[in-house]
């Protein structure tokens, strides 16, 4: 019998408060679509990282099992999907299951096949290629949308970097970003002999390099999903990039503010625009779902650039799908499951789009994420569990009480934390401590850390402590989890 179409989005909430398909969104933790099991009837956390200590009813973690030393997030997961518990859990849950995740490759696929589950993502082939960032300005291009002025080469050395740059009308101070990775550890500021010797070895021998002009610039995000009845776009939002107090790496995302006045009218339609004809695109090189898109705007003009594209959900999913419109219709996952889903539906895109860019449906909310910053390595010893916490007179912080919801939060004067390294674990530079998420604003108008986050950085990390290593240290991971 075919399914009934879905043509309003109180079907389309309707349909997922009843779902009867058991849905996982598999990570080492859920931070990144924490929320969604309160939107989504029989969806369920499958982790590596207990960030609750066993408090969140929907978070399966499965015991420590030996393992090879894990190198990416792929790694975590197909460790998950291998392992005796998750897999007697899922099957015991029955039915055929629909999985999800931050990052999956081709070991992936198969090992959810040998579990009889579906994984509601495009191909990790078509995501590795249009997740390469030399494709990223190719596809932007076809769709009319813009990166920065560059050059894509390979590059042979400093002379070779000169010559090619020579006549291209991009100057001498130069970005140089490699076609795969986190941007903060692929990312190179370029302007004398000197600095390209330091990243000559990231450089040299990595296929074709993005060589970038130089700009003043500030950074910002978007998501969207792409589905059959078009690309649904969700708020501009701006970008905390490479603040000493929370990261090590110049260049590095360490998060994001959502405020209706964080833009320009013009510079917000223009980025909206922009991010529907990417997707519109995305949907021709035959990828769907949920996708974000970094641009660089640039101080003086205003012009916007394409940054870079992220096939998947991000590090900032949790700030789009908890933001005043997705509560007053749906989060913009739910679209991306519904796209999965096989059941048919009805959407007018473009006054959704409309209603979510209306300045109403945007409060105001900002996320830190918190890494080690000292060029260190030892065990933590004790760590703030996650929860609300708050800020009291003399800027010193105290935890209130557990939760897990944004909602919790009352006023700018508390905060969630979401912990990430917990007692026993190696803390190295750059290892990921946690995340802060609080009411209002992270940066000032200058688009600087306030006194405020400063506050509550310093306030987290001064409830960490550690004891020296063992005499056998650890080899340091070199990826993000989230």
Not at 3 to 21: G, M, P
Not at 43 to 70: M, Q, T, W
Not at 342 to 354: I, M, S
Request: hydrophobic residues 35%.
């Amino acid at each position: 019998m075919p399914r009934k179409t879905l043509k309003n989005i109180s079907e389309i909430r309707r349909y997922f408060h009843r779902n009867e398909q058991p849905i996982y969104f598999v990570s080492a933790t859920n931070f990144n679509l924490l929320g969604i099991d309160e939107w989504v009837k029989n969806f369920k956390y499958i982790n590596y990282i207990d960030c609750y200590d066993g408090r969140h009813p929907n978070v399966l973690i499965p015991s420590e099992a030996p393992h090879a030393e894990f190198t990416s997030i792929e790694d975590i997961n197909n460790y998950l999907l291998g392992h005796k518990e998750v897999v007697d859990y899922v099957e015991g849950r029955g039915d055929k299951p629909k999985l999800v995740f931050l990052m999956f490759d081709e070991n992936t696929e198969k090992l959810a096949k040998e579990l009889g589950a579906e994984v509601w993502f495009p191909k990790a082939k078509l995501r590795s290629r249009i997740d390469n960032k030399i494709e990223t300005v190719r596809i932007g291009d076809k769709a009319g949308v813009p990166s920065v002025p560059n050059i894509l080469s390979k590059v042979d050395g400093w002379d070779h970097l000169q010559e090619v740059v020579k006549d291209a009308g991009i100057g001498t101070d130069l970005v140089l970003q490699s076609a795969f990775g986190d941007s903060g550890h692929t990312t190179f500021f370029i302007k004398t002999e000197a600095d390209f010797r330091q990243h000559e070895h990231e450089i040299v021998g990595e296929g074709e390099i993005k060589i970038m002009k130089r700009i003043d610039c500030r950074g910002s995000a978007i998501e969207a999903c792409a589905t059959k009845e078009g690309t649904i776009v969700g708020p501009l939002m701006t970008e905390l990039v490479g603040f000493k107090e929370l990261t090590p790496y110049r260049g590095g995302w360490c998060g994001n503010e959502i405020f209706s006045t964080a833009f320009s009218p013009k510079v917000r339609n223009k980025a909206r625009d922009m991010t529907y004809r990417f997707g519109e695109q995305l949907r021709k090189e035959g990828y769907r779902g949920y996708f974000e898109l970094d641009f660089l705007i640039e101080e003086k003009t205003g012009e916007i650039y394409l940054g870079e594209l992220n096939p998947r959900i991000t590090g900032c999913s949790f700030m789009t799908n908890h933001a005043a419109f997705a509560h007053a219709d749906a989060p913009l996952f739910l679209f991306h499951l519904l796209e999965f889903s096989g059941v048919p539906f009805k959407l007018d895109v473009e006054e959704l789009n409309n209603r979510w860019a209306d300045q109403a449906n945007i409060d105001s909310w900002c996320q830190m994420v918190i890494k080690h910053t000292d060029d260190t390595v030892d065990v933590v010893k004790q760590a703030p569990e996650s929860g609300i916490y708050r800020m009291e007179d003399d800027g010193t912080l105290t935890y209130n009480r557990f939760d897990y919801h944004r909602r919790a939060v009352e006023s700018e004067r508390e905060a969630f934390f979401l912990r990430i390294l917990g007692p026993g674990d190696f803390r190295y530079e750059g290892a990921d401590l946690g995340i802060l998420v609080t009411r209002g604003r992270a940066m000032d108008k200058n688009f600087q850390m306030t006194d405020r986050s400063k506050k509550w950085v310093d306030g987290i990390k001064s409830m960490f402590s550690a004891k020296p290593l063992p005499s056998a240290a650890p080899t340091e991971p070199a990826f993000k989890i989230m």
